[in-house]
């Protein structure tokens, strides 16, 4: 995921879903997965001076909501 935000542009990204058909509790334990990896891949952009906060909050807004709302015509 750190490559890609060099490489796509982020509306372009989802950070979670697609293949997850699986019992609601393995769903939750992916979603934990996905948070805990963007927000490390996230902070080590801040830390860097890369990335400021308020453009990593914005970052998990599209990938996690308005992307996937978008692509898939959900009402907002």
């Known amino acids: 995921m750190g ?3 060099d490489l796509v542009p982020v509306s372009k990204i989802f950070g979670f ?3 997850v058909i699986t019992l609601p509790e ?3 334990g992916q979603l ?3 948070l805990q990896n963007l927000c490390r891949i996230l902070a080590d952009r801040i ?3 890369r990335m400021d906060l308020e453009y990593a909050q ?3 807004k599209l990938w ?3 992307s996937p709302a978008r692509v ?3 009402p907002v």
């Open 47 to 49: 830390l860097l001076g």
């Open 32 to 34: 934990e997965h996905a």
């Open 58 to 60: 914005f970052v998990l």
């Open 17 to 19: 879903g697609g293949d």
């Open 3 to 5: 490559e890609w935000l």
């Open 72 to 74: 898939y015509k959900l």
């Open 26 to 28: 393995q769903v939750w």
């Open 64 to 66: 996690l909501h308005d």
